[in-house]
C-alpha cells in the first residue's frame, strides 16, 4: 500500500464531499438557527445546504434578504425534498407539534428544545420508532458539550455510579459574580442580563427549571430513566445572598447549581437539581461563568469530565451540526438501559443548609437531625426527607428560603439509628 492510499480516507466518509449536499429545512432563525447558518455559511465543505427556513415574525428585521425566510412550518414538514428538518423556535408547545408531526412523516429531526423534549420524551421515542423517522437533540443538553450521544453510545453498556453538572450557564455566571466579589443577587443578575447571559424572565434559569429539564435528559441516556420533570427536585438561587457565598467560602466551598443522577446501592436511581457546595477536589469548582460542565462516573471507565460552553449560537449551532453529520451517518439514539430501567429513588434524606427567616419553613420540612443552627445568620444545617422538599419546593420559592445541598444523602432514618451515608 502506498503512503498516500494509507491515508486516504475510506468510500463511506467521502460521501460528505462528493454526494449532493443534504437539504435542511430550518425552523426558527433566533440564536440557535442564526448560529447554524453562519456555521454552515464558513463550511461549505461540510454537505449540508439551508434550503427553506420558518420564522413566525413577518416583517421582523433580519440579517438575510426577505425572500430567504416563509411563515408556514407545515409546508416545509410536507417537503419530500427535504433531507432533515431542524427545529429551533422558542415555543415548547408548537416545537412539540411540529416534531411529533415530522417524526409521523417518518422525517429526520433535530431539535435544540430541552423544555419540549424533558415533557414528551417517551411519546417522541414512540412516533419515531412507529414512522420509523430519527430524532437527535445533543445541542438540547449543555449546549457544544457533547454529552448525550456519549452517554447513549459510548457508554451504552457500562454502568454508571454518577453523572453532576453544571447545566445552566446563566446561574452559573450569577453565582461566579457573586463569589468574586461579594456582589448581592440582584445586581449580579442585573449584569448578566445586561452581557446577555440571562433573560429578561430569569424563572427558567434562576429557579433551576432549566436544568431540570436536562437532568431529565441525562437520565433518559445514563440510565434508561424516564421521568417526568416535575418528579424531579428542583431548587433555584432566587433566595441566595452574599452571606451564603460568604458561609462556602468559609469552608473552601462554592455553591454551584448542580444536577446530580446517582445510582443508590440497591440499584435505584434518584435525580437532583439544587444548589450545592463544591470543594477544590470536584472539577465542578473551576466551571465558571457562563460555562457548563459533566462529570462521569463509570463503573470501569472510572471519573471522565466534559466543559464547554453551554449556550450561544455557535457552540448551540455547532451541536446542531454535529447531529446533522450523525444523522448522514445513520446514528440514531439506542436508549439502550430502558430495557432494565431502573427504579426512581425518592425515599431518601438530604443534607442541606437551609437559611430563611420563617419559622414556619423549619416546622415544614420537618429535619430529622440537625448538626449546626445560627440564629443570627438564620440558617440550620441538618437532614430533611427528599420527599418534603419535593412537596414544599413552590413554597420554599415563595418564601424566599435557600437551601443549599452538602452533597450527603442517605436512606430514610429508621428512628435514631442512621444507615451507611451515600454521598451525592
Ligand atoms: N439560545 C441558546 O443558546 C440555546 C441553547 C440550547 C438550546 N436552546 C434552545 O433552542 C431553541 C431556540 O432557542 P433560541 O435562543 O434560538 O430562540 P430565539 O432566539 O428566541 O429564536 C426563536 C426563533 O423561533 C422562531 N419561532 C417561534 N415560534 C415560531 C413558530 N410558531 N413558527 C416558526 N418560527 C417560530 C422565531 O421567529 P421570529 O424570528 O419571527 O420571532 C425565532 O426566529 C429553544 O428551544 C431553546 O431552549 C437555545
Same mark, same amino acid.
Given at each position: 500500500?502506498?503512503?498516500?492510499?494509507?491515508?486516504?480516507?475510506?468510500?463511506?466518509?467521502? !460521501?460528505?464531499?462528493?454526494?449532493?449536499?443534504?437539504?435542511?429545512?430550518?425552523?426558527?432563525?433566533?440564536?440557535?438557527?442564526?448560529?447554524? &447558518?453562519?456555521?454552515?455559511?464558513? +463550511?461549505?465543505?461540510?454537505?449540508? !445546504?439551508?434550503?427553506?427556513?420558518?420564522?413566525?415574525?413577518?416583517?421582523?428585521?433580519?440579517?438575510?434578504?426577505?425572500? %430567504?425566510?416563509?411563515?408556514?412550518?407545515?409546508?416545509?414538514?410536507?417537503?419530500?425534498?427535504?433531507?432533515?428538518?431542524?427545529?429551533?423556535?422558542?415555543?415548547?408547545?408548537?416545537?412539540?407539534?411540529?416534531?411529533?408531526?415530522?417524526?409521523?412523516?417518518?422525517? %429526520?429531526?433535530?431539535?435544540?428544545?430541552?423544555?419540549?423534549?424533558?415533557?414528551?420524551?417517551?411519546?417522541?421515542?414512540?412516533?419515531?420508532?412507529?414512522?420509523?423517522?430519527?430524532?437527535? @437533540?445533543? =445541542?438540547?443538553?449543555?449546549?457544544?458539550?457533547?454529552?448525550?450521544?456519549?452517554?447513549?453510545?459510548? &457508554? !451504552?453498556?457500562?454502568? *454508571?455510579?454518577?453523572?453532576?453538572?453544571?447545566?445552566?450557564?446563566?446561574?452559573?455566571?450569577?453565582?461566579?459574580?457573586?463569589?468574586?466579589?461579594? !456582589?448581592?443577587?440582584?445586581?449580579?443578575?442585573?449584569?448578566?442580563?445586561? *452581557?446577555? #447571559?440571562?433573560?429578561?424572565?430569569?424563572?427558567?434559569?434562576?429557579?433551576?427549571?432549566?436544568?431540570?429539564?436536562?437532568?431529565? *435528559?441525562?437520565?433518559?441516556?445514563?440510565?434508561?430513566?424516564?421521568? +417526568?420533570?416535575?418528579?424531579?427536585?428542583?431548587?433555584?438561587?432566587?433566595?441566595?445572598?452574599?452571606?451564603?457565598?460568604?458561609?462556602?467560602?468559609?469552608?473552601?466551598? $462554592?455553591? $454551584?447549581?448542580?444536577?446530580?443522577? +446517582?445510582?443508590?446501592?440497591?440499584? %435505584?436511581?434518584?435525580? *437532583?437539581?439544587?444548589?450545592?457546595?463544591?470543594?477544590?477536589?470536584?472539577?465542578?469548582?473551576?466551571?465558571?461563568?457562563?460555562?457548563?460542565?459533566?462529570?462521569?462516573?463509570?463503573? #470501569?471507565?472510572?471519573?471522565?469530565?466534559? %466543559?464547554?460552553?453551554?449556550?450561544?449560537?455557535?457552540?448551540?449551532?455547532?451541536?446542531?451540526?454535529?447531529?446533522?453529520?450523525?444523522?448522514?451517518?445513520? &446514528?440514531?439514539?439506542? @436508549?439502550?438501559? =430502558?430495557?432494565?430501567?431502573?427504579?426512581?429513588?425518592?425515599? /431518601?434524606?438530604?443534607?442541606? @443548609?437551609?437559611?430563611?427567616?420563617?419559622?414556619?419553613?423549619?416546622? /415544614?420540612?420537618?429535619?430529622?437531625?440537625?448538626?449546626?443552627?445560627?440564629?443570627?445568620?438564620?440558617?440550620?444545617?441538618?437532614?430533611?426527607?427528599?420527599?418534603?422538599?419535593?412537596?414544599?419546593?413552590?413554597?420554599?420559592? $415563595?418564601?424566599?428560603?435557600?437551601?443549599?445541598?452538602?452533597?450527603?444523602?442517605?436512606?430514610?432514618?429508621?428512628?435514631?439509628?442512621?444507615?451507611?451515608?451515600?454521598?451525592?
Amino acid at each position: 500500500m502506498s503512503t498516500n492510499a494509507a491515508f486516504s480516507a475510506p468510500a463511506a466518509s467521502l !460521501s460528505a464531499s462528493t454526494a449532493q449536499p443534504w437539504r435542511i429545512g430550518l425552523i426558527g432563525f433566533g440564536c440557535v438557527g442564526q448560529g447554524l &447558518f453562519d456555521i454552515l455559511s464558513q +463550511q461549505p465543505a461540510a454537505g449540508f !445546504s439551508i434550503a427553506r427556513i420558518v420564522v413566525k415574525t413577518p416583517g421582523k428585521a433580519r440579517p438575510l434578504p426577505a425572500e %430567504r425566510f416563509e411563515y408556514d412550518p407545515q409546508a416545509v414538514l410536507e417537503d419530500d425534498t427535504l433531507d432533515v428538518l431542524v427545529e429551533v423556535i422558542d415555543d415548547a408547545e408548537v416545537a412539540f407539534q411540529l416534531v411529533a408531526e415530522a417524526l409521523r412523516r417518518g422525517r %429526520r429531526v433535530v431539535t435544540a428544545n430541552k423544555a419540549m423534549l424533558a415533557r414528551h420524551l417517551p411519546e417522541l421515542i414512540r412516533l419515531q420508532r412507529e414512522g420509523r423517522g430519527t430524532l437527535l @437533540y445533543e =445541542a438540547a443538553v449543555c449546549g457544544s458539550i457533547p454529552v448525550i450521544r456519549t452517554l447513549d453510545a459510548y &457508554f !451504552s453498556t457500562e454502568p *454508571l455510579r454518577r453523572l453532576t453538572g453544571i447545566l445552566n450557564g446563566s446561574s452559573n455566571y450569577v453565582l461566579t459574580r457573586m463569589g468574586e466579589d461579594g !456582589s448581592d443577587y440582584s445586581p449580579a443578575l442585573a449584569e448578566a442580563q445586561t *452581557l446577555g #447571559f440571562a433573560e429578561t424572565d430569569p424563572t427558567l434559569d434562576m429557579g433551576a427549571f432549566d436544568p431540570r429539564s436536562k437532568a431529565v *435528559l441525562l437520565a433518559a441516556h445514563a440510565y434508561g430513566a424516564f421521568l +417526568q420533570p416535575e418528579q424531579v427536585l428542583n431548587l433555584g438561587i432566587e433566595g441566595i445572598g452574599a452571606v451564603d457565598i460568604a458561609f462556602a467560602a468559609s469552608q473552601g466551598q $462554592k455553591i $454551584k447549581v448542580v444536577a446530580g443522577l +446517582q445510582r443508590l446501592p440497591d440499584g %435505584r436511581v434518584t435525580v *437532583l437539581v439544587t444548589p450545592q457546595l463544591i470543594g477544590p477536589e470536584s472539577p465542578l469548582y473551576t466551571v465558571d461563568q457562563e460555562f457548563n460542565g459533566v462529570v462521569i462516573e463509570a463503573d #470501569f471507565a472510572g471519573e471522565q469530565f466534559l %466543559r464547554g460552553r453551554g449556550a450561544g449560537g455557535h457552540p448551540t449551532g455547532s451541536a446542531v451540526l454535529a447531529d446533522l453529520a450523525a444523522l448522514r451517518q445513520g &446514528f440514531a439514539y439506542q @436508549y439502550a438501559k =430502558a430495557a432494565a430501567a431502573p427504579t426512581y429513588a425518592s425515599d /431518601l434524606e438530604v443534607e442541606i @443548609y437551609l437559611r430563611t427567616d420563617e419559622d414556619r419553613i423549619i416546622d /415544614l420540612l420537618d429535619f430529622s437531625e440537625i448538626s449546626e443552627e445560627a440564629d443570627e445568620d438564620e440558617y440550620v444545617v441538618g437532614y430533611v426527607a427528599l420527599e418534603n422538599l419535593i412537596r414544599h419546593r413552590d413554597t420554599l420559592r $415563595k418564601y424566599g428560603a435557600f437551601i443549599v445541598r452538602t452533597g450527603r444523602l442517605r436512606p430514610i432514618s429508621v428512628g435514631t439509628e442512621l444507615a451507611e451515608e451515600v454521598s451525592a
